[in-house]
């Protein structure tokens, strides 16, 4: 299983996956599912994979090899707006999944895997899509500025309450990890080390990547302040007078 | 969609379900998900309901009719053990899922329902019981003395980290709350209001059962306290240091 989250805020973004995959509870191992496509001063691309390994990287190898071999067709170097990016991902998926797809079915295999893909194209604003796995794409609005893929459901209540577009970047670096905190606790299959890129709006510097090991004390930290700080709001809400119950 | 929820802990039970229900998102009407069999001083039963609404229905009134009709078979006010009853209940799934079923499918129907039954039966612990679609069913943990049904992930976290078996019923009224206001912020076809049962452990007594409506003030303040409970919670929590980014 898989966890990642994207947010678009005023002051830049923020992108985080987790790295685990598995192929049965017996086959677990580390893997990237954050990609990144920059250059220097013109773009910064993050892509956040999810669903079968197999078709998420061929898909990604399709994008790296366009761009490397044939440098003159539109690439993801080369189109001028992430919507451009967007569909490059959405027809990469559509590829793969042509060739792939008839020989996993047979197999009762999932053949079904997505993107999020977001960042900035000099001469544009920041720009957010959620690629499907059948290649079409949305992208995100102001009122929900974020999206996130996989497991996505115990991580959301938090960023819903706390998000809006004037959140520092900071605070949503500590808003993405508490998503996290939350999801982990309630599906072990989602797991550390954290993959992390901070990009702030018109830096086009991708070098703000953070890989958060079990270890590591911010992380663990929070976890503890968050769990402390729920359980003080919950102690806080008074007691049912109505509802009670009267020994 | 449903959200429902049931607590076993120490000093008794809590059962609580939305009561909103759907065919297409312009036919939604309120219907009963709890169900209540009790015999003062003999029996409390509760069975909450989840699932295609004519499926479940069908299965109550298999239910309710046998002991009506045949009291001197085996129903759910004569059989001596929760978990004759939980059985009692996977048997009325299978029979209407087999009687039904097949005319649903030809339309591509979820036929599936299920139910969380729990209370207690005189000579018996208290006793919860999770009935699946195919009629199997399983009993709760003392570790994870809860079970949830229908759209259980947004509510899951808070229930997850606050439970434990010595909990006061009054504080596992509370939490049923916190678990629904979280569950219908990201979920509006979860809706108010909101049927609960209390049941303290020995009682034989059913009477303690309220709706929660639009208007209930406590359910608001509820929500209002936790909402800023958990932002108090967030801004706590210091800033990523190493993460940050400086201006």
Known sequence: MTYCVAMKLGAGMVFASDTRTNAGVDNISRVDKLHVFSRQGDRVIVALSAGNLSISQGAINQIERVALESPDKPNIYSVRSLYDVAE????????????????LRAQNIDASASFIVGGQVAGERLRLFLVYSEGNFIESSDEAPFFQNGETKYGKPVIDRVISPDLALNDAIKLTLVSFDSTMRSNISVGLPIDLLVYPLDSFDASRQHRIE?????????????????????????????LAVVA
Chains 1, 2 share one sequence.
Do not use: H, S, V
């Not at 959405?90 to 042509?98: E, K």
């Not at 079990?214 to 007078?241: C, H, M, S, T, V």
């Open 214 to 242: 079990e270890n590591d004390p911010y992380f663990r930290e929070l976890g503890r302040l968050w769990n402390d700080g729920l359980k003080q709001a919950f102690a806080g809400i008074p007691e049912p007078q109505r």
């Open 88 to 103: 490059l991902f959405g027809n990469a998926l559509r590829d793969t999944r042509q060739r792939e797809g008839e020989y």
